[in-house]
């Protein structure tokens, strides 16, 4: 993952990605009857910046040079650097679908480069933010002080085909996307899903189900210390 700055809201993403990785090994471990997790490792880079493209690109080709078969971007406009990278190993290795992936961040990225190489995008929902906030006011119910919203409240999320098709339009009126390209796009999502074993859309939908009920705890991080913490109970090192 490429990360921007190293302060507490980024912490919550490694630490919520950390504890998802490991979840999901030891639930292919158990799909597949193994003795024990797949050596799967996190390679992780703080840039220290949320604006500066080429160090994102530079980041992602160092882990593609590591062997990273996905690379979430969790650094804003930074993920234009990593998509970069990515559609570039691609062109190296004579492909035109599959791994390495890239992942979205904020807001549904699914769409860019033409979906060729994109999977999923972990949403958060400002706009739902701002609504509510409005709306309290509006219903005489506002007050001050932090409200955070999760999967519960409509928050936080995974992409799906609502958001593509919604966050198209929004690139069509900006002039990011070409009208006569939406069915491309959205041919190259679905087949990259497609190419996903239904099962894991399963498990990600009982890793959501779990966090909802309160099963699942997902843990977090506000000070460095707490996230050395989550990083030592989940390396993930290979």
Not at 24 to 49: D, F, I, Q, R, S
Not at 50 to 61: L, S
């Amino acid at each position: 993952t490429v990360l921007g700055v190293e302060i507490p809201v980024l912490y919550h993403f490694e630490a919520g990605y950390r504890f998802g990785i490991d979840w999901g090994l030891n639930k292919y471990k158990e799909h597949e009857g193994l003795a024990a997790k797949p050596n799967v490792g996190l390679l992780y880079t703080y840039t220290g910046t949320f604006d500066d493209v080429a160090k994102g690109k530079a980041a992602t080709e160092a882990q593609l040079a590591q062997g990273a078969v996905a690379v979430y971007n969790v650094a804003g406009p930074l993920g234009i650097g990593d998509l970069e990278a990515i559609t570039e190993k691609h062109k190296a290795m004579g492909t035109e679908s599959g791994p390495p992936f890239y992942f979205g961040v904020d807001s549904d990225q699914d769409w860019m480069g033409n979906a060729k190489y994109t999977l999923a995008s972990g949403m958060k929902r400002v706009d739902i933010g701002c609504y509510d906030a409005v709306q309290s006011v509006v219903d005489g119910t506002f007050k001050g002080g932090v409200h955070s919203l999760g999967l519960k409240e409509g928050g936080v999320g995974i992409s799906g085909i609502k958001e593509l098709l919604d966050f198209m339009d929004f690139g069509i009126k900006a002039g990011a996307i070409k009208a006569s390209d939406t069915y491309q796009i959205i041919a190259n999502w679905a087949s990259n899903r497609a190419a996903i074993p239904y099962w894991i859309w399963e498990a990600i939908d009982e890793l959501k189900a779990g966090i909802l009920d309160g099963s699942i705890q997902v843990p977090t991080a506000d000070t460095r210390d707490q996230m050395l913490a989550v990083r030592a109970q989940y390396p993930l090192e290979r």
